[in-house]
């Protein structure tokens, strides 16, 4: 089983946004191990890069939050992508596993952005 999800919070899918520095920020859950990292990728998952964790140690199986300074520079049209490690050495997958319903999504969560 891979980790649960990694929804981005902010800022919403489709957003427009001026040039300049932008926080994506968003949380992160697993149910075994503790989420020990976050990437982000800004192009589509062709690299990737790290987000800053804030958790609580004291409550392993907590949701995590993570933060992205984003510096948008170039306008234009972006597939933002995330994905969450634990140490179980689990990663979020790009595509989903099946699961009856859809109850257990644990794919690498997407975000498109128009930057103007």
Not at 24 to 40: K, L, N
């Amino acid at each position: 089983m891979a980790i649960k999800t990694s929804p981005i919070q902010q800022p919403l899918d489709y957003s427009i946004l001026d040039t300049g520095v932008h926080e994506i920020f968003g949380i992160a859950w697993t149910g075994q191990g503790t989420i020990y990292e976050v990437e982000i990728s800004l192009n589509g998952g062709n690299s990737w890069g790290q987000t800053t964790l804030q958790h609580n140690i004291k409550e392993p199986y907590s949701w995590v939050f993570w933060t992205y300074t984003w510096n948008a520079v170039n306008p234009g049209e972006y597939l933002i992508k995330v994905r969450a490690k634990d140490t179980t050495g689990r990663i979020q997958p790009p595509v989903a596993e099946w699961n009856r319903k859809g109850y257990g999504y644990n794919a690498e969560t997407t975000l498109n952005l128009k930057v103007e």
